[in-house]
């Protein structure tokens, strides 16, 4: 069964430093979306992506905040320099249709920032 | 503001046992409502998905409903099992958006 893949599955950074989160989604969907999950909270959504661009975004997702999709299959998240709070799960998710579809999520990526 | 409230926040049960968890948004304007189900440090799966017009879905032993009227939805499992142990959450997508405001879950185990 086709999967969303997310690399790496744990990450620890130092305060400031640059991470790059990837994520490998579904071949055939068109959506991408990275979610983030704090250690006892609920998901939140930070980013949606659609034909190579931003089409929707969370007042978390700031100018730390960056998505691209470099090539035909990864679609990655990176955070300029990160602060403590940053550290959670990251999750990537995608769908063939926006909204109504259904979203299948990777396992996830634990950001620990110290 | 739109939110998502579950309840309750955890549940014990026996296998075998059936169950209800409850789901109350505020949410608005409303597309759609997803419940999933997430293990410990994994993602969530889905396990439906149900527009306005919809007020109940079955996926296995899962069944969702949704009452659009009181804005309130449940998810009944039926003959628990210990893998059913994880979080339930109830999402909610807000119409013409990608936002998906999720709630808190209900965290259920299930004991032999």
């Known amino acids: 069964e086709p999967e969303v893949t997310q690399t790496p599955s744990h990450q620890v950074t130092q305060m400031g430093q640059e991470v790059i989160l990837r994520c490998v989604p579904i071949?055939?969907?068109?959506?991408f979306y990275w979610y983030r999950q704090i250690l006892g909270q609920k998901v939140e959504f930070l980013v949606s992506?659609?034909?190579?661009?931003?089409?929707?975004k969370s007042e978390i997702f700031d100018d730390q905040f960056s998505v691209e999709r470099p090539d035909g299959s990864n679609f990655t998240l990176k955070i300029r320099s990160t602060k403590l709070e940053d550290s959670a799960m990251y999750f990537c998710?995608?769908?063939?249709?926006?909204?109504?579809?259904?979203?299948?999520f990777g396992e996830g990526s634990r950001l620990t920032v110290l | 503001k739109n939110q998502v409230e579950q309840s309750p926040q955890s549940l014990i049960i026996l296998e075998g046992k059936n169950c209800t968890l409850q789901c109350n948004y505020t949410v608005s304007p409303f597309s759609n409502l997803r419940w999933y189900k997430q293990d410990t440090g994994r993602g969530p799966v889905s396990l439906t998905i149900m527009t306005f017009s919809e007020n109940t879905k079955s996926n296995g032993r899962y069944t969702a409903t949704l009452d659009a009227d009181t804005k309130q939805s449940s998810l009944h499992i039926t003959a628990s099992q210990l893998s059913d142990s994880a979080s339930y959450i109830c999402v909610v997508t807000v119409y013409n958006t990608d936002k998906l405001i999720f709630g808190t879950g209900t965290r259920l185990q299930v004991f032999p």
């Open positions: 071949s055939n969907h068109l959506y």
């Open positions: 998710a995608s769908s063939q249709a926006s909204n109504t579809g259904e979203l299948f």
């Open positions: 992506f659609y034909n190579n661009e931003i089409s929707e």
